[in-house]
C-alpha cells in the first residue's frame, strides 16, 4: 500500500535551520506532485509548499517564502523541505501530501490523494 513516511522533525531555536524528508512507497513517485503542509492545535491544515513532479516548478506560502525550499529526489522517492530562519510561529506538525497529476503544484487539502503522518518541529524563541 502506499506509504509516506516523514522525517526530520525536531525541536530548533529561532533562526536554525532544519531538512525535513518525507519517503514515499507504493506508488509512482514521479507520477505524482508533492506537497507540504502544516497544522497547529485548533487550527485547520495550512499549506507549506509544493513542487512538480519534475521538480522544476516550487510554489510556497508566503509565510514561508524565502525561507523554506523543497526538492525531490525521485530516485530515491524522497521529497525535501529545507527550512531555514525558523521562527516560533513555524512550530507546527509538518505533513507530506502527494497527488497524482501533471500541474505544476496542489495547495488545497482536500486535493491530495495520500498523506503522511506527520513530524512535529518545535521552533523556540
Known amino acids: 500500500q502506499v506509504q509516506l513516511v516523514e522525517s526530520g522533525g525536531g525541536l530548533v531555536q529561532a533562526g536554525d535551520s532544519l531538512t525535513l524528508s518525507c519517503a514515499a512507497s507504493?506508488?509512482?513517485?514521479?507520477?505524482?506532485?508533492m506537497s507540504w503542509f502544516r497544522q497547529t492545535p485548533g487550527k485547520e491544515r495550512e499549506f507549506v509548499g509544493s513542487?512538480?513532479?519534475?521538480?522544476?516548478?516550487?510554489y510556497f506560502a508566503d509565510s514561508v517564502k524565502g525561507r523554506f525550499t523543497i526538492s525531490r529526489d525521485n530516485a530515491k522517492n524522497t521529497v525535501y523541505l529545507q527550512m531555514s530562519s525558523l521562527k516560533p510561529e513555524d512550530t507546527a506538525v509538518y505533513y507530506c501530501?502527494?497527488?497524482?497529476?501533471?500541474?505544476?503544484?496542489?495547495?488545497?487539502?482536500?486535493?491530495?490523494?495520500?498523506w503522511g503522518q506527520g513530524t512535529q518541529v518545535t521552533v523556540s524563541s
Open positions: 507504493g506508488l509512482p513517485f514521479s507520477n505524482y506532485a
Open positions: 513542487i512538480s513532479w519534475s521538480g522544476g516548478y516550487t
Open positions: 501530501a502527494a497527488k497524482r497529476t501533471i500541474a505544476t503544484k496542489f495547495t488545497g487539502r482536500s486535493e491530495a490523494d495520500y
